[in-house]
């Protein structure tokens, strides 16, 4: 079986976990740690620290993975810091080759869009900086982003439907990031 075929066939059942490097303003250097669900694009956790120890990655997994919610397999790279949580947590790894970027394709384009659409527009200057403007990049991607990858669905979409009296209200743009990005919201 491919590759391809298989993450499209257990997509429901994916993570893929990641490191993005980012530095600051100053050159100090963070790492931040990524889970994002395959199959809906959904970021499920993230964390920002300086050092990435043993013992701060496996935090981070265990927050990811409350109360038994948790998926069958765990995409990662050869970075074994995450291998033993995963181990303990029932999850399956499926280490990536190395040099082999589409083995991790959905993971490596979400850190691209990113830094895209994100961090290439601010300048860090702290890990709380860095951490309030990722969450809110968060919260923006999983709740207002359309997605090609999903036919231009969002990751966690509003249970709220228009219905036709509501179809002629006004429309509100709200800034994100600063402005970077806009959300659109029907008049209340």
Known sequence: MKWTTF??????GI??????????????????????????RRI???????APTDTWVVQQLREALPFDEKPKY????????SARVA????????????AAPNANAIGERFLESVRHDCLDHLLVVSQR???QRLNAYALYFNHQRPHQGIDQSIPVPSKIVPNEAEQGQTIHAYPVLGGLHTIYQRAA
């Open 7 to 12: 993450v499209h066939n257990h997509a429901q």
């Open 15 to 40: 993570w893929a976990c990641d490191f993005l490097l980012v530095v600051n303003l100053f050159f100090q250097q963070y790492f931040v740690f990524f889970i994002i669900e395959l199959a809906s």
């Open 44 to 50: 499920v956790h993230f964390g920002v620290t300086n």
């Open 74 to 81: 765990l995409i990662r790279d050869k970075d074994s810091k």
């Open 87 to 98: 181990a303990g947590a029932g999850l399956k790894i499926l280490k990536t080759p190395v």
């Open 129 to 131: 900086h860095l951490y």
